[in-house]
């Protein structure tokens, strides 16, 4: 939606370094908003203790505010340091956030091959096109 487009989806995914330091942020940030890892059949807590375990990659999580996707890497980009160099700044009230730039979506999207992601391809490139025609 970032860029123009009219999909949505029912989560927010962002990514992010999957280091120790980076994912303790994480729990404390997310600690009130009672995450849980909603790939599992059980829907196991998000705690320091899994982050202490070590190894994780990537993070589907159901909290309070709704579905958070955490991603180590992004299928098309690479890891975290990929996505930040294909990204810009967007201004979000008081706050930049940074944000994949359009042609970064278009090739996590075509990476990703699902019939959705095909569709989106369509979209953000048609979306490119009308920002090359502008004057």
């Known amino acids: 939606m970032m860029h123009g487009s009219a999909m949505q989806t029912q989560d927010v995914d962002i990514a992010c370094a999957m280091d120790q330091r980076n994912l303790h942020l994480l729990v404390n940030a997310l600690e009130d908003l009672h995450p849980v890892h909603r790939m599992t059949p059980r829907r ?7 982050v202490d375990g070590g190894n994780l990659k990537n993070l589907s999580l159901s909290t309070d505010w709704g579905q958070l996707d955490c991603l180590g890497e992004i299928t098309g980009i690479g890891d975290y ?4 160099a294909r990204s810009v700044g967007v201004r979000l009230g008081d706050m930049e956030i940074r944000v994949l730039d359009l042609d970064a979506m ?15 391809v369509l979209e953000l490139e048609a979306i490119r096109e009308k920002l090359r025609a502008r004057p």
Not at 44 to 50: G, H, N, V
Not at 81 to 84: E, G, N, Q, T, V
Request: proline letters at 8%; charged letters at 35%.
């Open 106 to 120: 278009t090739d996590a999207k075509r990476a990703m091959k699902r019939p959705r992601d095909l569709h989106a």
């Open 81 to 84: 340091a990929a996505c930040l």
């Open 44 to 50: 196991m807590p998000f705690t320091r203790e899994q």
